[in-house]
């Protein structure tokens, strides 16, 4: 998984899976982390969840995690402010 250091924290690519059983971090596909969300990809509803699970996993607060670009699609940009690429990487590698 590519994760790009940025000057106030890290950002990567992220692929969403809406409407899943749980909200939770499903690994890497490709150099992408792969996150399902439960909620249904209505008005905003997945985006928000997409944010409120990566910030659980890293520890941060939600407010911390910022969508960059993907605002209609599975595939996501994630900017995490707060963090450093190592402590980014060993959170989401459990």
């Known amino acids: 998984m590519r994760i790009d ?5 890290v950002a990567f690519e992220v692929q969403v899976v809406p409407r899943s059983a749980r909200s939770e971090i499903a690994g890497v596909h490709g150099d992408r982390l792969r996150v399902k ?3 249904p990809p209505v008005e905003g509803a997945a985006n928000h969840a997409v944010c409120s699970t990566i910030a ?21 940009r994630i900017h995490v402010a707060g963090i450093d690429e ?3 990487r060993k959170a989401l590698s459990q």
Not at 5 to 9: H, K, Q
């Open 86 to 88: 190592i402590a980014a």
């Open 56 to 76: 659980k996993a890293l520890g941060v607060a939600q407010r911390q995690v910022t969508l960059l670009r993907g605002l209609a699609s599975r595939m996501k």
């Open 37 to 39: 969300v439960n909620a």
């Open 5 to 9: 250091a940025v000057s106030d924290g």
